[in-house]
């Protein structure tokens, strides 16, 4: 099966917080992204509400629930109290935990397994217990022991860090053997009965190589260069194209 698109408002949320309006609307666009293909929406709640605000949760979570029955809600965040308590009340499908500080610009990292080992333990299990789907953000290194600890945690899936894969846009050799690093992870994931989400700087274009990879990969989350395609073509059409990069029949 080809890989799901979760669409990533939080660049699209970006944009309007530069004025005291509500345009672009975050739902608005969640909305087309949904009716043109794309399987679920995403966002990343940071503590101090520079792109998706608390605000957007309710709403999001709403436009899903009446409008799009069997599309998924995705929130991202490092599992301090304030994010879980928003992960409670709104009760997203799936909970992709990030270690990310507050004040890094976005993810650029995936877990420590080993020094977060009990942290993740418990964090997951919480989730788990409200009947969640845990990912949890790794780096693309083929680290059994690390992985293996993310099994163990009680994750059902890791999300690959692809920024250093997307960052060679302009190196091929360096691109193609960073594919195969991501693929070598997802296949030890794989092995120790993990799915695998991968997520970061992709793109139409780089998108392909990827999924031609891991052709079990189970969802991409796209934000940044997918809010920069529909500047030029519109979020319909830019959904319908990243889906076929996906492999969709769309």
């Known amino acids: 099966m080809p890989a799901k698109l979760s669409v990533n408002l939080n660049a699209i949320a970006m944009l309007r917080n530069r004025r005291d309006l509500p345009w672009p609307s975050v739902t608005g666009l969640g909305r ?21 605000r608390f605000s957007d949760l309710a709403p999001i979570r709403s436009l899903i629930d009446t409008e799009f029955s069997g599309t998924e809600f995705n929130m991202e965040g490092f599992p301090e109290e304030g994010f879980m308590r928003l992960v409670e009340e ?7 935990l990030v270690p990310d500080d507050p004040s890094q610009a976005t993810s650029d990292h995936g877990w420590d397994f080993r020094a977060n080992h009990n942290l993740l333990g418990n964090i997951v299990g919480r989730l788990k217990a409200l009947g969640l789907r845990v990912s949890v953000f790794a780096d693309g290194e083929p680290d059994r022991e690390a992985l293996t600890i993310a099994k163990e945690v009680g994750a059902d899936r890791i999300e690959l860090y692809t920024g250093p894969y997307g960052g060679c846009y302009d190196d091929p050799a360096e691109a193609a053997r960073l594919v195969e690093r991501l693929g ?10 993990l ?3 991968a997520g970061h700087d992709l793109t139409v274009a780089n998108l392909p190589a990827l999924v031609a990879r891991i052709p079990r990969l189970a969802e991409v989350s796209i934000g940044h260069g997918l809010t920069a395609d529909a500047l030029e073509y519109g979020m319909a ?12 029949d769309v």
């Open 184 to 193: 070598e992870t997802a296949d030890i994931a794989f092995g120790l009965g």
């Open 32 to 52: 087309i992204a949904l009716q043109a293909g794309a399987s679920g929406l995403t966002v990343h709640p940071r503590p101090d509400q520079r792109h998706i």
């Open 90 to 96: 709104h009760r997203p499908e799936q909970v992709t």
């Open 237 to 248: 059409e830019t959904v319908r194209r990243f889906c076929r990069a996906c492999g969709q």
């Open 195 to 197: 799915d695998v989400n």
